[in-house]
């Protein structure tokens, strides 16, 4: 409990915690001041002593105080209890003769009278000074003492509530609550009956307890559950399952507990699983009472035993038999909350039962007859099928005790009678009725929400009850069907926020709520010969009980006096029970076992109380801001102490006594002083004596706090009396439903439900401004700064509510069903509403009342400002509550004009014409403005048209018709505003004043009247607009009314739209990016039959890059195209999977197949039977491309047409056959040449597929041939005509030479092919024809395509890597692409290539990655073929060509092919360690030559190698493996063997070699024998040929071999030497075998084909032909 408190800058002791005490209610009594060194924060009276804490926790004791041993006899001044004074003390309280304290850490000192053990300590009768007591928790092994919060002591026992929340409680008595056989109980113990609720509030009576607990929650859940019985370890809940309902009952009994029978709600009743089942449903259960005594003695003549037979577990109430002769009131003594009356009632009308129950609440004595009547035979509980699935769930959460059913009691079949919450109880047999109250109206008269059932005022949570109060008639059987799923979702959400309205505490309990709360119940035990337990006896109770009655009455605090108790609420009302023997109780009834109001006077709310032996003090707001203080009980006259009985025995003789002397009040009667003590802000009664706290009011601080509580409290009581006298009989009219549409009565619930919201929040804020200002008094722990928010959204959430009902005319519907209910003089609405209209209609009454909260806004405003005031402007408070302030007036603002709004709205709505209405009046529509005055008119309209428009917050309605017609306007059509432009049209011309509106897919224009007309009609539009695109229509922020507002909505925004026009778009729907009128940006366009494109937009057309989804019914599956468009159509590159499982990667234009691309068909495994690379026109294969049909084994490479084979191609199978030639409808037809694996060859006329027929020579594979006419297919038998020639007989070499058959002749040249792949490249470049075009053109489409594609992939960057990334940064730049080239400028040229290339964003980089595609696609596989090879080669040169076209294109000052850079003068560094990568540098010194393989080739080499090499190692299989095997038998030679055989001369022999691990400078000797040392890393330098791929890296590796030799041989003469031929021959043919490359062959030929050809003549030339000889050499060498 924070008790340190600083406000206002102003700490002067004399300003705050003053006290004031005096005894007795006559006008001569003063109040005596009593003067501390601090102020007093809180005191506790005994029946003869008090102890008061004073700020800084110091405690003090005055008045008689027998146990200190230095007592004198009279009575003490405060004294300070100096054993506490290293303590901080927090709490503190007194008991009739004992005292306690609570320190800040949660210790708890005792001191005073311990002879029961009141004091908790052992052994001793009397404990003089505070003593620490322990609560020692055995349950939980963490924390061993339980720290506390709060104390209460009675006369013989002390109740401590722990920060847990639970309650511990030691002394003497049944007032305990504790299950032991012998007192006192010396060490503190736990409650278990409360163990697993949250306790609020503990108070004691001298020989009773109450407790105020919070209902359990779901969130309770987490807390320690008793679900067995401590004593005897039986199950303490029971259920039973009936044929249409489930019974839960905990009314465990435990025979352990020497505990007395008693009424049937109590936990002890007997109520197993066997005795419900053995009650018969028909029979009235009789109910049972026991006297307080041991031995039960046994009530309407049944011992308890046997009644337990009859209990009222599955019957009807208790207590409907022959009640006891103790306390026969009326049946609502054992009130377990309140019935309810509905529809087919035994009453002739709901008025009368309400009455009834009226007189009943008022406890007029209601007779037997009167029981019998309500509660016939038939008292069995069923269960309304609405809850059968509540009942399912149950089941699973009974253990938790969280679960309660919900009971309708059936009377007579017909009468159903909802409960409320509060009968559902977890500590009572849930099927007992037991009887009903209400408050002394007829409010509580409803019906439950059929949510409510989940809950139960003991287990569940029955915080949104009052929030679904008013929506309760849902859950009624016979209104199901009208029910529609979208209100009780809006039920739903609403109650969501009723939930987070009251936020509850964190996983650890104890922690404290955000708003207190209002759901409590009050649970009592103890002596009951009073009455005062409440619980409608005068038995005892050994355990606590819930007192029923007090169940939903918002019971926020207790106290309990000697022999009565006392319960507050947030309505400020005060329920007393008890015994009423002087009056304490404030009402006659004397005594009274049930709770009853006291009787004040209209309009006095009561915010604190207190009770002493005999009297009752009220503190209570007036009609000023001073509280006033109300007394009720006794009168004490001077002298009347010493007659006062100091034991329990004499009570009756003082009693007697005191009456004579004093008298006691009728009611309780206003203190005549209490104006003079100032700001009251607490009151304290005990023994006779009474005492108030007060405050100065310094600066008008005090003074304002009080007002902004009292204001609140006042509030509260408002709103409730409008929920219960208004809102709730008006919703339980039965005329209702027929009078309302379905729309209006969601809107009603809706509107109750908001309302009901409200007023929880209202009535906690008000509690918890109560609490403020009983404790701390500052402006820190105000709820309504630091959660100002919740405020905010709860009154504009109920605002809209009210605008919402309004709008569709509901108070217009409701004016009937009122009438009939409020009469023709509704003096209650008058009263309520406050309504300022002259003559009002019922209508007004109702708008007035609904909209009387939003006033409650500018209170709040007006007192934080008040409060503001009482600080320093430069302070952090005067700074939140100016904040705060600020917010709630202009929310003010803001719902003022809302219902403005709202107003004519409605009045609009009422002269609009018919039909339209009902489509167009939706709940959020608000009217802005229309054209009725013809202030607007459409331009170019007919002669006879009439045209109306209407602005609406969310839309622009146009009205059309003919004039004379009858029914005006016959068409309208609704634009949405999120998709309106508007837009003035420039006057110069005309004198017309016209405004252009564009929507999605209309533009008109519209004639104003004036030019003024034209401004307000702009800025009306584009305000609504501008609203409707901000809040959707429901304006969220405030808005100023156009002033000073931006007035043009943007341009670019973001709706949703439907098209409805015919044309391709009709009906779909799109969602995204719009731009004056037409989708633009990105966005997604869905059809109704299921296509869907998801991308960007331009100009209301599909532009840029984006998915598109086709479903094909046929197939019942998808066709899914991902990439880019143009225009409304597919266009450029994009992949395309059809439905039938084909997919093609490549170019569109125009939804087409264009340009080059792949298309892979069918499924075999995860290979496709066939693939197409190749360039498509129009949707169809033309131009050249490559077929790979993998079913047949075969590649056709070559030209097409509309999908066929035509013109020249070559196939390949998979068998080794080749074929180029003419194709023609798909078919080799014309002159073809075919050659079979072993070179068998064939070459003339062909007419089908493999098919010869005509003229043609055949050659076989030794030269021999056949020339003449052939027929037939080949290979399976060709018919022949001819001649046969052997030519090797006759030495006819000239027409030898003619006789080899030259390939490539027949195919498609190398330059023809993949153009559409180079034509893609250079369009991307901007040129239409190769080389045509701006290079600045160029260079800037380059940075664009890099920064969309980028732009497009960090859309999803896991594509991206790190490299990846920095690359495409570093290409952003732009080199340097004009000007002289230089070493240096060809450098960066260079390098930019290599970047360029390695990006497939890049045109280079996708124009490479392309060309790689189709090269592997065409030499990979089948197409592995080594006569292949020639062709193979040349495309790679074509490439290479092609691709330095476009370079020089990109950098024009670059020397065409063979051109030359001058060298710079002094770079000599530069030849001589050159990179890998780098371009030859042997050609002449002067410069550098230029050429497409020195630049491209780097590139493009290695990444073609693979199916390259292949080729040249099929070619040179033969050569190759002749070379091996000679290779592998001279390596077996050892090295000087080898030298000399391969006649190197003598003096190149290495004697020694370096060795590497031997110390430094030791030679090894060359022996005879040794192997692979000499000359072993020019060796190792030559075998890395094979790990190269450029011909410039591998002539690299060779001209290194040389120097390698050149160096081993230096350092063996010793000397400079200079090779000759002849020497150098022999050496390198050794390093050449030694290095055992396995396919030199492939690796010459290779360097061949693609040497620059400048290299060709120079140094590197030499030393490859050197490397050429000696391959031949091994070929051919003979071994001797």
């Given at each position: 409990?924070?008790?340190?408190?600083?406000?206002?800058?102003?700490?002067?002791?004399?300003?705050?915690?003053?006290?004031?005490?005096?005894?007795?209610?006559?006008?001569?009594?003063?109040?005596?001041?009593?003067?501390?060194?601090?102020?007093?924060?809180?005191?506790?009276?005994?029946?003869?002593?008090?102890?008061?804490?004073?700020?800084?926790?110091?405690?003090?004791?005055?008045?008689?105080?027998?146990?200190?041993?230095?007592?004198?006899?009279?009575?003490?001044?405060?004294?300070?209890?100096?054993?506490?004074?290293?303590?901080?003390?927090?709490?503190?309280?007194?008991?009739?003769?004992?005292?306690?304290?609570?320190?800040?850490?949660?210790?708890?000192?005792?001191?005073?009278?311990?002879?029961?053990?009141?004091?908790?300590?052992?052994?001793?009768?009397?404990?003089?000074?505070?003593?620490?007591?322990?609560?020692?928790?055995?349950?939980?092994?963490?924390?061993?003492?339980?720290?506390?919060?709060?104390?209460?002591?009675?006369?013989?026992?002390?109740?401590?509530?722990?920060?847990?929340?639970?309650?511990?409680?030691?002394?003497?008595?049944?007032?305990?609550?504790?299950?032991?056989?012998?007192?006192?109980?010396?060490?503190?113990?736990?409650?278990?009956?409360?163990?697993?609720?949250?306790?609020?509030?503990?108070?004691?009576?001298?020989?009773?307890?109450?407790?105020?607990?919070?209902?359990?929650?779901?969130?309770?859940?987490?807390?320690?559950?008793?679900?067995?019985?401590?004593?005897?370890?039986?199950?303490?809940?029971?259920?039973?399952?009936?044929?249409?309902?489930?019974?839960?009952?905990?009314?465990?009994?435990?025979?352990?507990?020497?505990?007395?029978?008693?009424?049937?709600?109590?936990?002890?009743?007997?109520?197993?699983?066997?005795?419900?089942?053995?009650?018969?449903?028909?029979?009235?259960?009789?109910?049972?009472?026991?006297?307080?005594?041991?031995?039960?003695?046994?009530?309407?003549?049944?011992?308890?035993?046997?009644?337990?037979?009859?209990?009222?577990?599955?019957?009807?109430?208790?207590?409907?038999?022959?009640?006891?002769?103790?306390?026969?009131?009326?049946?609502?003594?054992?009130?377990?909350?309140?019935?309810?009356?509905?529809?087919?009632?035994?009453?002739?009308?709901?008025?009368?039962?309400?009455?009834?129950?009226?007189?009943?609440?008022?406890?007029?004595?209601?007779?037997?007859?009167?029981?019998?009547?309500?509660?016939?035979?038939?008292?069995?509980?069923?269960?309304?099928?609405?809850?059968?699935s509540l009942v399912a769930s149950c089941a699973s959460a009974v253990g938790e005790r969280v679960?309660?059913?919900?009971?309708?009691?059936?009377?007579?079949?017909?009468?159903?009678?909802?409960?409320?919450?509060?009968?559902?109880?977890?500590?009572?047999?849930?099927?007992?009725?037991?009887?009903?109250?209400?408050?002394?109206?007829?409010?509580?008269?409803?019906?439950?929400?059929?949510?409510?059932?989940?809950?139960?005022?003991?287990?569940?949570?029955?915080?949104?009850?009052?929030?679904?109060?008013?929506?309760?008639?849902?859950?009624?059987?016979?209104?199901?069907?009208?029910?529609?799923?979208?209100?009780?979702?809006?039920?739903?959400?609403?109650?969501?926020?009723?939930?987070?309205?009251?936020?509850?505490?964190?996983?650890?309990?104890?922690?404290?709520?955000?708003?207190?709360?209002?759901?409590?119940?009050?649970?009592?035990?103890?002596?009951?010969?009073?009455?005062?337990?409440?619980?409608?006896?005068?038995?005892?109770?050994?355990?606590?009980?819930?007192?029923?009655?007090?169940?939903?009455?918002?019971?926020?605090?207790?106290?309990?006096?000697?022999?009565?108790?006392?319960?507050?609420?947030?309505?400020?009302?005060?329920?007393?029970?008890?015994?009423?023997?002087?009056?304490?109780?404030?009402?006659?009834?004397?005594?009274?076992?049930?709770?009853?109001?006291?009787?004040?006077?209209?309009?006095?709310?009561?915010?604190?109380?207190?009770?002493?032996?005999?009297?009752?003090?009220?503190?209570?707001?007036?009609?000023?801001?001073?509280?006033?203080?109300?007394?009720?009980?006794?009168?004490?006259?001077?002298?009347?102490?010493?007659?006062?009985?100091?034991?329990?025995?004499?009570?009756?003789?003082?009693?007697?006594?005191?009456?004579r002397v004093g008298g006691y009040t009728q009611q309780p009667v206003l203190l005549p002083f209490?104006?003079?003590?100032?700001y009251v802000s607490n009151v304290v009664a005990g023994g006779q004596r009474c005492v108030a706290?007060?405050?100065?009011?310094?600066?008008?601080?005090?003074?304002?706090?009080?007002?902004?509580?009292?204001?609140?409290?006042?509030?509260?009581?408002?709103?409730?009396?409008?929920?219960?006298?208004?809102?709730?009989?008006?919703?339980?009219?039965?005329?209702?439903?027929?009078?309302?549409?379905?729309?209006?009565?969601?809107?009603?619930?809706?509107?109750?439900?908001?309302?009901?919201?409200?007023?929880?929040?209202?009535?906690?804020?008000?509690?918890?401004?109560?609490?403020?200002?009983?404790?701390?008094?500052?402006?820190?722990?105000?709820?309504?700064?630091?959660?100002?928010?919740?405020?905010?959204?709860?009154?504009?959430?109920?605002?809209?509510?009210?605008?919402?009902?309004?709008?569709?005319?509901?108070?217009?519907?409701?004016?009937?069903?009122?009438?009939?209910?409020?009469?023709?003089?509704?003096?209650?609405?008058?009263?309520?509403?406050?309504?300022?209209?002259?003559?009002?209609?019922?209508?007004?009454?109702?708008?007035?009342?609904?909209?009387?909260?939003?006033?409650?806004?500018?209170?709040?405003?007006?007192?934080?400002?008040?409060?503001?005031?009482?600080?320093?402007?430069?302070?952090?408070?005067?700074?939140?509550?100016?904040?705060?302030?600020?917010?709630?007036?202009?929310?003010?603002?803001?719902?003022?004009?809302?219902?403005?709004?709202?107003?004519?709205?409605?009045?609009?709505?009422?002269?609009?014409?018919?039909?339209?209405?009902?489509?167009?009046?939706?709940?959020?529509?608000?009217?802005?403005?229309?054209?009725?005055?013809?202030?607007?008119?459409?331009?170019?309209?007919?002669?006879?048209?009439?045209?109306?428009?209407?602005?609406?917050?969310?839309?622009?309605?146009?009205?059309?018709?003919?004039?004379?017609?009858?029914?005006?306007?016959?068409?309208?059509?609704?634009?949405?505003?999120?998709?309106?432009?508007?837009?003035?049209?420039?006057?110069?011309?005309?004198?017309?004043?016209?405004?252009?509106?564009?929507?999605?897919?209309?533009?008109?224009?519209?004639?104003?009247?004036?030019?003024?007309?034209?401004?307000?009609?702009?800025?009306?539009?584009?305000?609504?607009?501008?609203?409707?695109?901000?809040?959707?229509?429901?304006?969220?922020?405030?808005?100023?009314?156009?002033?000073?507002?931006?007035?043009?909505?943007?341009?670019?925004?973001?709706?949703?739209?439907?098209?409805?026009?015919?044309?391709?778009?009709?009906?779909?729907?799109?969602?995204?990016?719009?731009?004056?009128?037409?989708?633009?940006?990105?966005?997604?366009?869905?059809?109704?039959?299921?296509?869907?494109?998801?991308?960007?937009?331009?100009?209301?057309?599909?532009?840029?890059?984006?998915?598109?989804?086709?479903?094909?019914?046929?197939?019942?599956?998808?066709?899914?195209?991902?990439?880019?468009?143009?225009?409304?159509?597919?266009?450029?590159?994009?992949?395309?999977?059809?439905?039938?499982?084909?997919?093609?990667?490549?170019?569109?234009?125009?939804?087409?197949?264009?340009?080059?691309?792949?298309?892979?068909?069918?499924?075999?495994?995860?290979?496709?039977?066939?693939?197409?690379?190749?360039?498509?026109?129009?949707?169809?294969?033309?131009?050249?491309?490559?077929?790979?049909?993998?079913?047949?084994?075969?590649?056709?490479?070559?030209?097409?047409?509309?999908?066929?084979?035509?013109?020249?191609?070559?196939?390949?199978?998979?068998?080794?056959?080749?074929?180029?030639?003419?194709?023609?409808?798909?078919?080799?037809?014309?002159?073809?040449?075919?050659?079979?694996?072993?070179?068998?060859?064939?070459?003339?006329?062909?007419?089908?597929?493999?098919?010869?027929?005509?003229?043609?020579?055949?050659?076989?594979?030794?030269?021999?041939?056949?020339?003449?006419?052939?027929?037939?297919?080949?290979?399976?038998?060709?018919?022949?005509?001819?001649?046969?020639?052997?030519?090797?007989?006759?030495?006819?070499?000239?027409?030898?030479?003619?006789?080899?058959?030259?390939?490539?002749?027949?195919?498609?040249?190398?330059?023809?092919?993949?153009?559409?792949?180079?034509?893609?490249?250079?369009?991307?470049?901007?040129?239409?024809?190769?080389?045509?075009?701006?290079?600045?053109?160029?260079?800037?489409?380059?940075?664009?395509?890099?920064?969309?594609?980028?732009?497009?992939?960090?859309?999803?960057?896991?594509?991206?890597?790190?490299?990846?990334?920095?690359?495409?940064?570093?290409?952003?730049?732009?080199?340097?692409?004009?000007?002289?080239?230089?070493?240096?400028?060809?450098?960066?040229?260079?390098?930019?290539?290599?970047?360029?290339?390695?990006?497939?964003?890049?045109?280079?980089?996708?124009?490479?990655?392309?060309?790689?595609?189709?090269?592997?696609?065409?030499?990979?596989?089948?197409?592995?073929?080594?006569?292949?090879?020639?062709?193979?080669?040349?495309?790679?040169?074509?490439?290479?060509?092609?691709?330095?076209?476009?370079?020089?294109?990109?950098?024009?000052?670059?020397?065409?092919?063979?051109?030359?850079?001058?060298?710079?003068?002094?770079?000599?560094?530069?030849?001589?360690?050159?990179?890998?990568?780098?371009?030859?540098?042997?050609?002449?010194?002067?410069?550098?030559?230029?050429?497409?393989?020195?630049?491209?080739?780097?590139?493009?080499?290695?990444?073609?190698?693979?199916?390259?090499?292949?080729?040249?190692?099929?070619?040179?299989?033969?050569?190759?493996?002749?070379?091996?095997?000679?290779?592998?038998?001279?390596?077996?030679?050892?090295?000087?063997?080898?030298?000399?055989?391969?006649?190197?001369?003598?003096?190149?022999?290495?004697?020694?070699?370096?060795?590497?691990?031997?110390?430094?400078?030791?030679?090894?000797?060359?022996?005879?024998?040794?192997?692979?040392?000499?000359?072993?890393?020019?060796?190792?330098?030559?075998?890395?040929?094979?790990?190269?791929?450029?011909?410039?890296?591998?002539?690299?590796?060779?001209?290194?071999?040389?120097?390698?030799?050149?160096?081993?041989?230096?350092?063996?003469?010793?000397?400079?030497?200079?090779?000759?031929?002849?020497?150098?021959?022999?050496?390198?043919?050794?390093?050449?075998?030694?290095?055992?490359?396995?396919?030199?062959?492939?690796?010459?030929?290779?360097?061949?084909?693609?040497?620059?050809?400048?290299?060709?003549?120079?140094?590197?030339?030499?030393?490859?032909?050197?490397?050429?000889?000696?391959?031949?050499?091994?070929?051919?060498?003979?071994?001797?």
């Amino acid at each position: 409990m924070e008790t340190q408190r600083k406000s206002s800058g102003d700490d002067h002791g004399g300003e705050r915690g003053l006290l004031h005490t005096w005894k007795g209610y006559s006008c001569s009594v003063t109040p005596e001041r009593l003067f501390l060194p601090g102020p007093v924060l809180q005191v506790a009276l005994g029946t003869r002593h008090g102890v008061l804490l004073v700020e800084g926790g110091q405690v003090y004791s005055f008045g008689e105080l027998p146990w200190k041993q230095s007592q004198a006899t009279e009575p003490a001044k405060p004294t300070l209890e100096g054993v506490l004074s290293g303590q901080r003390v927090v709490a503190v309280a007194a008991g009739s003769f004992h005292s306690g304290a609570v320190t800040e850490d949660g210790g708890v000192h005792m001191w005073g009278d311990n002879s029961s053990g009141q004091c908790g300590l052992s052994g001793l009768s009397a404990v003089p000074n505070p003593t620490p007591v322990a609560l020692l928790d055995s349950d939980t092994a963490s924390p061993p003492t339980a720290p506390v919060m709060e104390l209460a002591c009675g006369e013989q026992h002390t109740l401590a509530l722990s920060a847990q929340r639970e309650v511990w409680a030691w002394g003497s008595g049944c007032q305990l609550g504790l299950s032991v056989a012998t007192f006192p109980v010396w060490k503190p113990q736990k409650v278990e009956h409360l163990a697993g609720r949250y306790v609020l509030q503990v108070a004691c009576g001298a020989s009773h307890s109450l407790a105020l607990v919070r209902c359990l929650s779901p969130q309770d859940v987490h807390r320690p559950l008793v679900d067995k019985c401590r004593q005897c370890n039986q199950l303490l809940f029971t259920m039973t399952d009936k044929e249409d309902h489930v019974i839960i009952s905990d009314g465990h009994y435990c025979p352990l507990a020497a505990e007395p029978a008693e009424d049937g709600h109590g936990l002890e009743a007997p109520a197993s699983l066997s005795q419900v089942l053995k009650t018969s449903p028909s029979e009235p259960a009789l109910s049972f009472h026991a006297a307080a005594s041991n031995p039960p003695a046994p009530a309407g003549g049944a011992d308890p035993t046997q009644d337990s037979e009859n209990e009222a577990s599955a019957g009807s109430a208790a207590s409907s038999g022959a009640p006891p002769a103790s306390d026969s009131g009326p049946l609502a003594q054992h009130s377990g909350g309140v019935l309810f009356g509905v529809k087919g009632s035994p009453y002739p009308d709901e008025q009368a039962v309400k009455d009834y129950l009226k007189r009943l609440s008022e406890n007029t004595q209601a007779d037997q007859t009167a029981k019998a009547t309500l509660l016939t035979s038939e008292g069995r509980l069923t269960t309304g099928s609405t809850l059968n699935s509540l009942v399912a769930s149950c089941a699973s959460a009974v253990g938790e005790r969280v679960a309660s059913t919900y009971e309708a009691l059936s009377l007579k079949k017909m009468m159903n009678f909802y409960l409320p919450s509060g009968a559902a109880r977890a500590d009572g047999p849930v099927a007992g009725l037991t009887g009903f109250t209400g408050d002394n109206t007829a409010d509580r008269v409803r019906q439950e929400d059929s949510t409510q059932a989940k809950k139960s005022s003991s287990t569940g949570d029955i915080r949104e009850e009052e929030a679904e109060g008013l929506r309760r008639r849902l859950s009624l059987p016979g209104l199901l069907s009208q029910v529609s799923p979208r209100l009780l979702r809006k039920a739903g959400r609403a109650r969501m926020r009723a939930v987070a309205l009251t936020p509850l505490g964190g996983a650890v309990p104890g922690t404290q709520e955000l708003f207190p709360t209002l759901q409590t119940e009050v649970w009592s035990w103890g002596q009951g010969e009073h009455g005062q337990l409440g619980h409608g006896d005068s038995l005892a109770r050994l355990q606590p009980l819930c007192i029923k009655s007090l169940n939903n009455k918002e019971v926020v605090r207790v106290a309990a006096g000697a022999h009565h108790s006392l319960a507050l609420t947030a309505q400020s009302q005060v329920f007393s029970w008890g015994s009423n023997s002087s009056g304490q109780l404030g009402h006659m009834e004397s005594p009274s076992t049930v709770p009853r109001l006291a009787k004040l006077s209209e309009g006095i709310r009561v915010w604190d109380i207190s009770a002493g032996d005999r009297h009752t003090l009220l503190l209570a707001d007036g009609d000023c801001i001073l509280p006033i203080i109300y007394y009720s009980g006794l009168q004490v006259k001077e002298g009347a102490d010493e007659s006062h009985a100091k034991g329990a025995g004499q009570q009756e003789e003082g009693k007697e006594e005191e009456e004579r002397v004093g008298g006691y009040t009728q009611q309780p009667v206003l203190l005549p002083f209490c104006m003079d003590l100032g700001y009251v802000s607490n009151v304290v009664a005990g023994g006779q004596r009474c005492v108030a706290l007060s405050d100065r009011n310094v600066m008008g601080f005090i003074a304002s706090l009080h007002e902004l509580a009292s204001v609140e409290r006042k509030f509260y009581c408002k709103l409730c009396t409008i929920k219960t006298q208004i809102i709730r009989p008006l919703l339980e009219l039965e005329s209702l439903s027929s009078a309302l549409s379905q729309t209006a009565m969601g809107l009603l619930h809706t509107l109750a439900g908001r309302f009901s919201l409200l007023c929880h929040l209202t009535g906690q804020h008000s509690a918890s401004l109560t609490a403020n200002l009983r404790r701390v008094r500052d402006v820190k722990s105000l709820l309504i700064l630091d959660h100002a928010s919740i405020f905010l959204d709860s009154y504009h959430e109920y605002c809209s509510a009210v605008g919402n009902f309004q709008v569709m005319g509901g108070f217009q519907t409701l004016t009937k069903p009122s009438l009939d209910f409020f009469g023709k003089n509704p003096e209650l609405l008058k009263r309520l509403s406050e309504c300022s209209e002259e003559n009002p209609t019922m209508a007004d009454f109702l708008v007035a009342l609904f909209f009387l909260p939003t006033h409650h806004l500018h209170e709040y405003g007006r007192l934080l400002l008040k409060l503001a005031t009482c600080f320093e402007v430069c302070s952090n408070e005067y700074q939140m509550l100016q904040d705060s302030c600020s917010k709630f007036e202009a929310l003010a603002q803001l719902l003022k004009r809302k219902r403005k709004d709202a107003d004519y709205t409605c009045h609009f709505w009422k002269s609009f014409p018919g039909k339209m209405t009902d489509s167009l009046r939706k709940p959020h529509r608000r009217l802005i403005c229309e054209s009725s005055n013809k202030a607007l008119t459409l331009q170019n309209a007919g002669r006879f048209s009439v045209n109306w428009f209407i602005v609406f917050n969310d839309a622009l309605v146009h009205a059309q018709g003919v004039a004379p017609c009858k029914n005006l306007f016959s068409t309208h059509h609704v634009f949405p505003l999120a998709t309106l432009w508007v837009e003035p049209i420039p006057e110069e011309n005309t004198v017309l004043y016209g405004l252009k509106v564009i929507t999605p897919e209309e533009t008109f224009n519209l004639l104003a009247s004036s030019a003024m007309e034209k401004a307000k009609w702009l800025r009306s539009i584009n305000q609504a607009v501008e609203q409707a695109l901000s809040g959707a229509g429901q304006d969220t922020a405030s808005v100023d009314s156009g002033l000073g507002q931006k007035l043009e909505p943007p341009v670019s925004r973001t709706a949703s739209y439907t098209f409805y026009k015919d044309g391709r778009l009709k009906e779909a729907t799109y969602e995204g990016h719009w731009l004056a009128g037409k989708p633009n940006g990105r966005g997604v366009l869905k059809w109704p039959d299921g296509r869907i494109y998801k991308g960007t937009f331009k100009n209301g057309l599909e532009d840029g890059f984006g998915e598109f989804w086709a479903p094909n019914k046929t197939l019942n599956k998808t066709d899914h195209y991902q990439g880019h468009w143009k225009d409304g159509k597919m266009h450029g590159v994009g992949t395309y999977r059809y439905a039938s499982g084909e997919v093609y990667d490549g170019f569109f234009q125009d939804n087409m197949r264009h340009g080059h691309g792949v298309l892979r068909s069918g499924k075999l495994n995860t290979s496709s039977p066939s693939v197409f690379i190749g360039q498509w026109l129009q949707d169809k294969k033309t131009g050249y491309g490559v077929f790979d049909d993998i079913t047949k084994g075969e590649k056709y490479m070559g030209m097409w047409q509309d999908h066929l084979r035509q013109g020249t191609g070559v196939v390949v199978t998979q068998f080794g056959l080749y074929y180029e030639g003419a194709f023609k409808d798909n078919k080799m037809t014309g002159t073809g040449i075919l050659l079979s694996e072993d070179d068998t060859t064939y070459e003339g006329e062909f007419s089908d597929d493999w098919t010869l027929n005509g003229k043609g020579v055949l050659t076989m594979a030794n030269g021999d041939y056949l020339e003449g006419s052939f027929n037939g297919e080949w290979g399976s038998g060709l018919k022949v005509a001819g001649s046969y020639f052997k030519p090797h007989l006759f030495l006819d070499t000239d027409k030898d030479k003619n006789r080899t058959v030259k390939l490539g002749r027949l195919c498609v040249r190398a330059e023809d092919k993949w153009k559409a792949v180079f034509e893609e490249c250079w369009r991307q470049l901007g040129c239409e024809e190769p080389g045509r075009g701006e290079n600045g053109t160029a260079w800037e489409n380059i940075a664009v395509a890099l920064s969309t594609n980028r732009q497009h992939i960090q859309d999803s960057p896991e594509t991206l890597s790190l490299s990846h990334s920095r690359t495409l940064e570093s290409l952003e730049v732009i080199p340097q692409h004009v000007g002289v080239i230089t070493m240096e400028r060809y450098h960066t040229i260079r390098l930019y290539l290599i970047k360029a290339c390695d990006t497939p964003l890049h045109p280079l980089g996708r124009l490479l990655e392309t060309l790689v595609a189709v090269y592997r696609m065409t030499y990979v596989g089948v197409g592995a073929n080594r006569r292949l090879l020639p062709q193979a080669v040349s495309e790679i040169k074509s490439y290479l060509n092609r691709i330095f076209q476009i370079v020089r294109f990109l950098f024009p000052d670059l020397p065409e092919e063979g051109g030359l850079i001058p060298e710079p003068t002094t770079s000599v560094q530069d030849k001589k360690d050159p990179g890998s990568n780098d371009a030859p540098l042997e050609s002449p010194k002067p410069g550098r030559v230029v050429s497409s393989s020195a630049l491209l080739l780097p590139v493009l080499l290695p990444r073609l190698y693979p199916p390259l090499f292949t080729l040249y190692a099929l070619e040179k299989e033969r050569e190759d493996d002749v070379y091996w095997e000679c290779v592998l038998r001279l390596n077996k030679q050892p090295d000087l063997a080898l030298l000399a055989f391969l006649g190197v001369q003598q003096r190149f022999w290495p004697v020694s070699i370096p060795v590497l691990m031997p110390a430094l400078g030791e030679k090894q000797q060359v022996l005879s024998s040794t192997k692979d040392v000499c000359f072993a890393s020019a060796v190792e330098t030559l075998q890395q040929i094979s790990t190269t791929f450029t011909p410039s890296d591998k002539l690299q590796l060779i001209q290194l071999t040389f120097e390698e030799i050149t160096k081993e041989v230096q350092a063996l003469l010793k000397q400079d030497f200079l090779w000759s031929m002849d020497d150098l021959f022999p050496v390198f043919l050794y390093v050449v075998l030694r290095a055992r490359i396995r396919n030199l062959g492939s690796e010459v030929s290779l360097i061949e084909d693609l040497m620059d050809p400048c290299v060709q003549h120079g140094e590197h030339g030499i030393m490859f032909t050197t490397l050429k000889a000696c391959y031949y050499q091994i070929q051919h060498e003979k071994i001797t």
